[in-house]
């Protein structure tokens, strides 16, 4: 966990998000994107996310993310720069089974977490980053933000979730 004290101060937060706030103020897929080096963008389908990010790893990670409360979210921290992990079409496949077979509905956060991890066992692995490339780049989109918090966070914006919350 040392070496991700530099993205500590990047607060994850559900769903997808317009640009990030002076917080981070993203979710998992976001800000492992930008981690990885690519220009940030909102991810509201991991299939819109570059090459290199495995799909049934970023899908789990996406349903970890949005599922869980805010504090338990901040324990996806440590996953942002390990999600840059495609592989070949069988492992990608082999990643999705084990996902599927393991997965159920009323698991604990931290019992998807290991699922998370172990299929992040599963294949190639990212490539280990360096601390201060990574913080550089969070830094960087974090400089950008021209508000406080997050698009997602906006009073009107949580005001209409709100509003659709009973028919999702």
Known sequence: MDTF???LNWKLKRGSHAFPGKDGGTCINEAAIVAAGFPYQPVRAVETMP???SRPI???AMLLNDEASDEERQQLLPF???LA???TAKVEWEREVYIAQHLRYRMSFQDRLEILEDALAIGRQAE???PAEVRSRLDAVQQNAKAATSVADHLKFSKIKEWLAPTL
């Open 5 to 7: 004290d530099h993205i």
């Open 85 to 87: 992990c495609a592989d």
């Open 51 to 53: 090459a290199c990010f």
């Open 58 to 60: 970023c899908r789990l």
């Open 128 to 130: 280990v980053l360096a």
């Open 80 to 82: 942002v720069t390990r």
